[in-house]
């Protein structure tokens, strides 16, 4: 696949005080499975980000796109999020998104 049909949806968001275990249970055990359902999505990892003292859990879900037409990949993810789960425990506050296309390919050691 070429470099520019490949993207990257961040997905930042935290849980609200107190609600870290039922929204990792939720995030993990269903959400996931939920956008990775959605054609053009293929691939999904979640991090954490530092935690300084008094902050809230930040969380980034980190969802990888294959596809020929990214817009309409998001049109379809658009459509399918009013059919995903959501949880009490997601701060709605926290959320932000970011989409990113490739420019490059994937660089690793040894290579110019």
């Known amino acids: 696949m070429a470099v520019n049909n490949r993207h990257l949806l961040l997905i ?8 870290e275990n ?3 249970h939720w995030y ?3 959400h996931l499975a ?3 359902a959605v054609p053009g999505f293929v691939g999904a990892q979640r991090f954490i980000l530092p935690q300084a003292p008094g902050e809230r859990r930040r ?5 990888e796109l294959e596809s020929d037409d990214v817009a309409a990949t998001m049109e379809r993810f658009e459509k399918a999020r009013p059919t995903m789960s959501t949880t009490p425990a997601l ?5 932000t998104v970011e989409l990113l296309t ?3 390919p994937m660089v690793t050691p040894g290579q110019p």
């Open 59 to 63: 969380y980034v879900a980190i969802y």
């Open 22 to 24: 039922e929204f990792n």
């Open 12 to 19: 930042h968001t935290s849980p609200f005080h107190g609600c």
């Open 102 to 104: 490739a420019v490059t």
């Open 34 to 36: 939920e956008v990775l």
């Open 28 to 30: 993990d055990r269903v």
């Open 91 to 95: 701060d709605p506050a926290s959320v």
